[in-house]
């Protein structure tokens, strides 16, 4: 999800730069700080879901033996 929230902003402010600075953004604010900021929030919950899958596929690892 993180990737397809990249790619996309990319991609409108590539196709369309009036519309990427246009005040579209969450509550009507400009568009790039509000997709930064989402970028960012999915950025993070990716880091938390990864460690957790990681640390539970090494307890499962550990009880398997």
């Known amino acids: 999800m993180t990737g397809a929230d990249i790619s996309w902003g990319m991609a409108v402010r590539t196709a369309d ?8 953004g969450l509550l009507s604010t400009s568009m790039p700080p509000s997709w930064a900021g989402g970028v960012v929030v999915l950025a993070a919950v990716t880091v938390v879901t990864a460690s957790a899958t990681v640390r539970a ?3 499962l690892q550990s009880d398997a033996r």
């Not at 730069?17 to 579209?24: E, K, R």
């Open 17 to 24: 730069s009036a519309l990427f600075h246009n005040s579209n």
């Open 57 to 59: 596929a090494r307890e």
